[in-house]
Every structure is written in structure tokens, then in C-alpha cells.
T-cell receptor
Framework: GAVVSQHPSWVICKSGTSVKIECRSLDFQATTMFWYRQFPKQSLMLMATSNEGSKATYEQGVEKDKFLINHASLTLSTLTVTSAHPEDSSFYIC???????????FGNGTRLTVT | SQELEQSPQSLIVQEGKNLTINCTSSKTLYGLYWYKQKYGEGLIFLMMLQKGGEEKSHEKITAKLDEKKQQSSLHITASQPSHAGIYLCGADRSGGSNYKLTFGKGTLLTVNP
């Protein structure tokens, strides 16, 4: 089945620094990937749609200059949290679709802690 | 936006018991997806339903989508501790064009041995 790999699984950074999270589709090509954010005991919130070779589409209320998305190849999308603050601490999950009729497959998530 | 209401929010059952989780939408669903999540981990795909009245089963889990495509249920037969986790329903709110999913808040299932 389709496998999505996310790295790192957890990261701790200092306030003001930037953190990059990678999302890879291992056995399929993904022209579109999705980035979600999840707060404790809450559901997933869609942040943005990552499009290969073009600009990402951000959901309302998500700062595109703060959450930079790059989808440079058909198997890799990256999310960079710039100038991180403690309120950015969260669980970030990426997902991708393996084909037209296939469901979304999710990475294992990245736990970001900003100190 | 299309909201998804899941019930119950949490559920504790004894091993071997059957249980049902519900997911209700305020609008017609283009597609309904069930996922399972362990705390702090990614989502595991369980079932995808797209047609009104559709029912799918995998091992001891059965998911149904009603004829109006506004309500889905997930039923677990003879629950086991391995079924414990957070069950999330997700709805395709793009009409199938770009595959965006909106999720319910989840149902936390605990199965006591």
C-alpha cells in the first residue's frame, strides 16, 4: 500500500528559529500533499494544500509567510515553520493520495515543541 | 464549511463487546473516510465510503454510509484491546476534485481486557 514518510518525528527548537519538516511519498508520486495541524484532544485542522511545481494553497487564517511550503518534486513536500514561537508547538501531519480513487495516506506526524 | 459531528466523544467497553461510532454531516458527503489514530501518531486508513447505502467490512470493523450520504457509522464486533485508539471520520468537501478532507473531533475508544 501507499506509504507516506514524515521526518523528523519530533523536534525541539528555541523560539525564533526555523524548523523544516519533510513529507515523502515512498512508493508513489503525489502531485498534491496536504499539511494538517493537530492540537491536544482536538481534530486535525487543514493548514494548506501543497502542489508540485506551484504555490501552495493556504486555508483561511493560516499565515503563509510563517508556514512555508515547498513541493519541489513528486515525492517530497516540506513545511518550514519560520521564526517559531511557543504557540506554534503542535503536532503536524502530512498526507498524500496514491491515486485518483485511493484514500489519503498519512505520515506519522511531527511533534514540534518550541521553547 | 462542512462540519462533522462524531458521537460519542469517548467510549469505554469491555473486551468482547460490540460498539458503534457515529459521524453526522450537516451537508451531503461526497466521500466519507474512517481513520484510526494512536495518540501522537499518524492516521491509519480504515475504510472509504462513497455511495449512498454503501457498506464495507474489514475483519471485525464495518462501516456504513446512509442513503442520504449525511451519516455514517462504524461498528466493531467483539472488540479487542488492539481496537483501542481515536477514531476519526473525514469528509471530502471538494466534491472529489482536489481531495481535501475535513475531520470530526474523533472518538476515543478504550477497550478493557
Amino acid at each position: 500500500g501507499a506509504v507516506v514518510s514524515q521526518h523528523p518525528s519530533w523536534v525541539i527548537c528555541k523560539s525564533g528559529t526555523s524548523v523544516k519538516i519533510e513529507c515523502r511519498s515512498l512508493d508513489f508520486q503525489a502531485t498534491t500533499m496536504f499539511w494538517y495541524r493537530q492540537f491536544p484532544k482536538q481534530s486535525l485542522m487543514l493548514m494548506a494544500t501543497s502542489n508540485e511545481g506551484s504555490k501552495a494553497t493556504y486555508e483561511q487564517g493560516v499565515e503563509k509567510d510563517k508556514f512555508l511550503i515547498n513541493h519541489a518534486s513528486l515525492t517530497l513536500s516540506t513545511l518550514t515553520v519560520t521564526s517559531a514561537h511557543p504557540e506554534d508547538s503542535s503536532f503536524y501531519i502530512c498526507s498524500a493520495r496514491g491515486g485518483f480513487s485511493s484514500p489519503l495516506h498519512f505520515g506519522n506526524g511531527t511533534r514540534l515543541t518550541v521553547t | 464549511s462542512q462540519e462533522l459531528e462524531q458521537s460519542p466523544q469517548s467510549l469505554i467497553v469491555q473486551e468482547g463487546k460490540n460498539l458503534t461510532i457515529n459521524c453526522t454531516s450537516s451537508k451531503t458527503l461526497y466521500g466519507l473516510y474512517w481513520y484510526k489514530q494512536k495518540y501522537g501518531e499518524g492516521l491509519i486508513f480504515l475504510m472509504m465510503l462513497q455511495k449512498g447505502g454503501e457498506e464495507k467490512s474489514h475483519e471485525k470493523i464495518t462501516a456504513k454510509l446512509d442513503e442520504k450520504k449525511q451519516q455514517s457509522s462504524l461498528h466493531i464486533t467483539a472488540s479487542q484491546p488492539s481496537h483501542a485508539g481515536i477514531y476519526l471520520c473525514g469528509a471530502d468537501r471538494s466534491g472529489g476534485s482536489n481531495y481535501k478532507l475535513t475531520f470530526g473531533k474523533g472518538t476515543l475508544l478504550t477497550v478493557n481486557p
